[in-house]
């Protein structure tokens, strides 16, 4: 049997192995446990599995005397967004994101859109393993709503904030690859709307994916080569639940999901000055355009919650991560791809350059990703250490250790789940990535032995 995954934002399993109508029941029952009767939002992306475990779900609020608002397919940030328009004590969105079709997911969010903070995500899992719930009688039982209205509701705020008759006049060329998702749903529309012409790619919301669904470059070769046989200006690549987005430019090149937030950024900050935000393992490109505009980006622990929480504190215009996830607080509070669509329109628009020149005016990085097992004691060791060793680095501890040369950086973590830690470079110099990341792992190994 898989190990059933449990964060602080919720869990995720293997469909009829650790995902089960139990799990999921019982998950359902300890968040109405933990947030009280009230009313919850729940959506789902488009796996085949989510009307089942939606119907778990339900029935594990609904004892707990929740009003439940069924929204149907839905986008991640679109349970977002409905959170605030219904003026809901939470939301419930039944996802695996990015991974394969045998897996499910359920994520909660509080009642500001954001997921859980560490402490309530802690307190719904000892509810959860304690099996100690606040049922309900037969009078305290709240109904079970559906609304459609969802999509509409979520592609009016992108279209409030985005310049549609620039980008109209553009009339750009895009393929969208909706991956069989909810995206699949809304985000045709919004171009639409947008005055693009569109070739859709996984344009059916039935979760039967065509390629592994994280939005990658190995996935995405059919993509890239269909942005190049209808000659489009930029390909447009979501996950399932459409929280993120990667880009492909008009040569069909696939763009590393971390340019998404730096060139968002760069039209954002564009139109309003203000600060950023970003977590430690994404590019110093963030960084580089928040200076150009006078503006500081402030790094968190990895973890969406964390960007969003830092966003709401210091007043940030635009924040996300480098998996391709961007953060406007004025359409939703969490990562949007649907958002990401409107900025990253709007910037070419704006620019009347190809996409490729455009990122080429952003520094030319390379970012090695590693990770290596050893036993939790030498990884704690580890991480003790590193700030010893690397004396002359700018040291951020926050999240495992992040160290900070002129040349690069690199960031050191363990693992939540498993005995690794995982290692992330970036630098202008390939060899200078690869050489700190040898040292580290050179320093694991002899703390191993």
Known sequence: MAELMVSVSGIRGIVGDTMTAEVAARFAAAFGTLVGPGRIVLGRDSRTSGRAIAAAVSSGLLFTGCEVIDLGIATTPGVTVMVDELEADGGVMITASHNPMPWNGIKFFRADGIDLAAAQGARLKDIWQSGIFKYVGSDGFRQLKHDDTVHSRHMARVLATTNRGLIARRRPKVVLDACHGAGAIVTPQLLSELGCVTTVIGGQPDGLFEHPPEPIAENLTKTCDTVRAVGADIGLVQDPDADRLALIDERGRFISEEYTLALAAMHRLQQQAGPVAANLSTSRMIDDVAARHGQVCHRTPVGEVHVADKMVAEGCVIGGEGNGGVIDPRVSPIRDSLAGIGLILELLAS?????????????????????????????????????????????????GVRMDWPEGWVHVRASNTEPIFRMIGESADAGWVEAMLEKVAGLATRLVK
Do not use: C, H, N
């Open 351 to 399: 620019r009347g350059k190809p996409l490729s020149a455009i990122a080429a005016e952003l520094p030319a990085y390379t970012m090695i990703k590693r990770k290596r097992e050893a036993p939790r004691p030498a990884i704690q060791k580890l991480l003790e250490v590193l700030p010893e060793e690397f004396a002359e680095a700018r040291i951020d501890t926050q999240d």
